[in-house]
């Protein structure tokens, strides 16, 4: 299976997401006067994770080949997996603390009123 039919397939497999963060990238860039930190740090977040997936769809795809090439062992392998798995997540993991960050962020303090008593 060439590039192009890989990404193809394997970007199909994730248009949900994909749609989803997209819209997100649309909803912050149209409220961005009104709140341009946040939509910032939105866009920000959704633009990283269309990144990180293009870049671990084709890590996933050259990795075959590079370990071919290098004639690694059997356990050699498994530790590049899971150190490829490691990044994604960590990449993952700074778009969810991202989106978090902004949804949280610009917020006004809550108003206490004394209850007598």
Known sequence: MGLTSYLFYMLARRIPMLL???SGIVF?????KRHPRVSLMT????ALYWVEAFVFLCLRYW?????E???TSDSAIKVLLV???LLDDFAFAVV??????AAFSGRKPAYTTKTEG
Do not use: D, E, G
């Open 20 to 22: 989803v963060s997209l």
């Open 28 to 32: 912050a860039i149209a409220r961005w």
């Open 43 to 46: 866009v920000l977040a959704l």
């Open 63 to 67: 990795l075959p080949n590079l370990v």
């Open 69 to 71: 090439t290098l004639k």
């Open 83 to 85: 150190v490829i798995s």
């Open 96 to 101: 969810i603390i991202l989106l978090v960050a």
